[in-house]
């Protein structure tokens, strides 16, 4: 009966471990999500030429590879 109790113990461990990743990895992908939505809106609302263009394009892929590797 004690190792019973024994996993049982361990796999609810487990289980608020999960969550908690969860909860974490979450509120990531929305800071990410925010993010993005600002270079969105620098790129809708401002004029820029083909340089400045190139670097929030390049911010903008980083971006969304690192939220990419979020969500993996």
């Known amino acids: 009966m004690n ?4 996993y049982i113990n361990e796999l609810q461990t487990i289980i608020a471990n ?3 990743q969860f909860k974490l990895l979450s509120e990531a992908l929305s800071n990410y999500d925010k993010k ?3 270079y969105l809106h620098k790129i809708e609302r401002n ?3 083909a340089c400045e263009g190139y ?3 390049k911010e903008l ?3 969304r590879v690192e939220r ?3 969500k993996k």
């Open 68 to 70: 990419r590797n979020i």
């Open 18 to 20: 999960v969550d908690e």
């Open 61 to 63: 892929h980083n971006l």
């Open 47 to 49: 004029n820029f030429n």
């Open 55 to 57: 670097k929030l394009a």
């Open 36 to 38: 993005q939505q600002d």
């Open 3 to 6: 190792k019973t109790k024994e």
